[in-house]
């Protein structure tokens, strides 16, 4: 690295800054995770509670534990935080370690794709187990 | 992108004087401590735990499919390598639970000199060791 850092370019800081935007969308993502992160505290020990709860259930234990409109209102609390976390956490993640701007829309748009499906997918078992 | 690159890597400090802005830790020969192994270990086992809820989605989707397909997933994962796994999966889940924790308090600005976010980060291996094992030995004994 330089020992004597110079700018060569001959813009000003406000022109080189106009434009690459206040990273991207300020505050939401930060707030979004802590949020998530705070619900998750006691649904994530009312999850380790109802895996333990239902460790080697057949289905129809499982289904009368899900069918308990609270248990259902909790498992879906949880998922939407949880999954809601993760999105929020992986997008970080890609954006430290993917560097093509290519690649990281791709990688982003693949994530969100997984994640939104894997919510749905866990979301609509859990209602056709409680309705 | 050389614009980009060079607003990014050169600064001014509070007198307007042209420095180099710090540039993030050099892995290979950076001595690793327990505040950057605890942070990397946050992000890993966030990672895990986002790899583990392929998991959770399998074990809902199969109890709303069909009896067969729950009983299925129920023994693979009280097999053995299920069970591996989902030891594994209980101890980042309660690593990452104690150390969000840790930074909820820090982004509220408790725990932040060096003296403390040390003994936090003792604190929270020990307690997410302590949950895991407290877990697996209830676990065992109302399974």
């Not at chain 1, 935007?21 to 009312?46: D, E, N």
């Not at chain 1, 935080?81 to 791709?106: C, M, N, P, R, W």
């Not at chain 2, 101890?91 to 150390?99: D, E, R, S, V």
Request: aromatic share 10%; charged share 10%.
């Amino acid at each position: 690295m330089d020992k004597n850092p110079k700018i060569t370019v001959m813009r000003s800081q406000l022109g080189r800054a106009r434009g690459l935007g206040a990273a991207k969308s300020g505050f939401h993502h930060w707030w979004a995770q802590r949020v998530t992160a705070i619900a998750l505290l006691p649904l994530s020990l009312y999850f380790v509670a109802s895996v333990m709860i239902l460790s080697g259930a057949d289905r129809a234990a499982m289904a009368g534990y899900i069918g308990q409109p609270w248990n259902a209102v909790l498992f879906l609390a949880l998922i939407g935080a949880l999954f809601y976390h993760l999105a929020l956490g992986l997008q970080t993640v890609i954006e430290d370690y993917i560097h093509g701007e290519a690649s990281k829309l791709v990688s982003l748009l693949a994530m969100r794709a997984a994640v939104a499906l894997l919510a749905l997918a866990s979301a609509v078992s859990v209602l056709k187990l409680a309705l | 992108m050389h614009d980009v690159r060079d607003a990014l890597m050169v600064g001014r400090d509070s007198k307007g004087k042209l420095v180099n802005r710090p540039l993030s830790p050099h892995l290979q020969i950076y001595k690793p401590q327990l505040s950057s192994a605890t942070s990397i270990f946050h992000r890993i086992t966030g990672v895990a735990l986002g790899l583990g809820t392929i998991l959770l989605a399998v074990w809902l989707v199969a109890a709303a499919s069909s009896d067969h397909a729950f009983a299925l997933v129920q023994s693979l994962f009280a097999s053995w390598l299920g069970l591996l796994i989902l030891f594994g999966f209980t101890l980042a889940l309660f690593y990452h639970f104690c150390n969000g924790i840790r930074h909820l308090a820090w982004d509220a600005g408790r725990g932040f000199d060096l003296p403390a976010m040390h003994r936090s980060g003792r604190i929270m291996i020990a307690a997410s060791i302590v949950l895991t094992i407290g877990f697996w030995v209830i676990g065992f004994l109302v399974w």
